[in-house]
């Protein structure tokens, strides 16, 4: 058991347990949390272009080497969700406008 009194540095997601203890008390009940950081923006690999009709759209995850689930509203506003455990995976796109993108890794809260 290590002991902290000081604040603890997070610069990647981890889930710690915590206890609190004290000479002569039982200690408390054990205490689990989960702290996350902000996930590269993901990158549009397909190249930019006039399209007529339905396209494959693919995605990179902004954290090399790693999948997760990626999410992309479409032009109808229905949000859909891929999760892929490739650090790249396709969406099928048949329609124009603003395609809000998002990536989580599987381990953290969206």
Known sequence: MISYT??????????????AR???YLPSD???RTFTSKLPAPRVLTAEGGFTGPVSVQIQSGLAGYGGVYSMVDPAGMTNQLASESATTIFQINGSGQLPLQHAKGWMAG
């Open 30 to 32: 054990t205490v689990s």
């Open 22 to 24: 004290r000479a002569y």
């Open 6 to 19: 000081e604040p603890i540095t997070v610069s990647a997601s981890r889930s710690y347990l915590f206890q």
